[in-house]
């Protein structure tokens, strides 16, 4: 089966920075990558996501790039805030006859220093 | 929509008890996803499905686990007995599109204390 591997697993930066957290996936037939964010105490949530027909993709201050070939794709945040600062899960999705599972990564715990 | 509702939202209960968790998926979702979440193991696929119909078990623990979906918009997670290392936050979510990409939708979870 599928198998997401993300690093790091915890990162700090300072407010302004950028960030960069990094997935691998094993299984050829995953085509569908969504980051989600999770807050303490709060429930996943969707930020972005790339299909495998495209190579990147940006929305305001986050964006995700995919190389299909070495099987990683990458989130990218820039001019973090604080309110940035959550756990971050990388998925990947692969497809079978009979729909789509969604695999996690462990998480990246990402802290935006003021 | 009120997004995918799981109840109870918390559960304290003693070792050997029987723990039920309860989830409904968003109206016209097919596909609903049972995970459970801890510090040490990250959020863990255990069950799915499509249409009402299981499609990977493979991560349910083991035969103390059990989970159904008897129609489209309610599912349950069985736990009998239940054991302290079961203690975690265990997710339902849903996802629109049955054989198709689509975003998955989590409900706010269920955390589990077993003493």
């Known amino acids: 089966g599928e198998n997401v591997e993300q690093h790091p697993s915890t990162l700090s930066v300072q407010e302004g920075d950028s960030a960069v957290i990094k997935c691998t996936y094993s299984?050829?037939?995953?085509?569908?990558f969504p980051w989600y964010k999770q807050e303490l105490g709060k429930r996943p949530q969707l930020i972005i996501d790339?299909?495998?027909?495209?190579g990147e993709k940006k929305d305001q201050r986050i964006a995700v790039t995919l190389n299909k070939t070495a099987k990683h794709f990458s989130l990218h945040i820039t001019e973090t805030q604080p309110e940035d600062s959550a756990v971050y899960f990388c998925?990947?999705?692969?497809?079978?006859?009979?729909?789509?599972?969604?695999?996690f990564g462990p998480g990246t715990r990402l802290s935006v220093l003021p | 929509d009120a997004g995918v509702i799981q109840s109870p939202r918390h559960e304290v209960t003693e070792m050997g008890q029987e723990v039920t968790l309860r989830c409904k998926p968003i109206?016209?979702?097919?596909?609903l996803f049972w995970y459970r979440q801890t510090m040490m193991r990250g959020l863990e696929l255990l069950i799915y499905?499509?249409?009402?119909?299981?499609?990977?078990d493979s991560g349910m623990p083991e035969d103390r686990f059990s989970a159904k979906m008897p129609n489209a918009s309610f599912s349950t997670l069985k736990i009998q007995p239940s054991e302290p290392r079961d203690s975690a936050v265990y997710f339902c979510?849903?996802?629109?599109?049955?054989?198709?990409?689509?975003?998955?939708?989590f409900g706010e979870g269920s955390r589990l204390t077993v003493l």
């Open positions: 979510a849903s996802s629109p599109l049955a054989g198709v990409d689509g975003e998955l939708f």
């Open positions: 790339i299909r495998s027909n495209v």
């Open positions: 109206s016209g979702h097919n596909s």
């Open positions: 499905f499509n249409n009402n119909v299981p499609i990977d």
């Open positions: 299984d050829s037939a995953s085509n569908y």
């Open positions: 998925a990947a999705s692969p497809r079978n006859n009979y729909g789509q599972n969604f695999v």
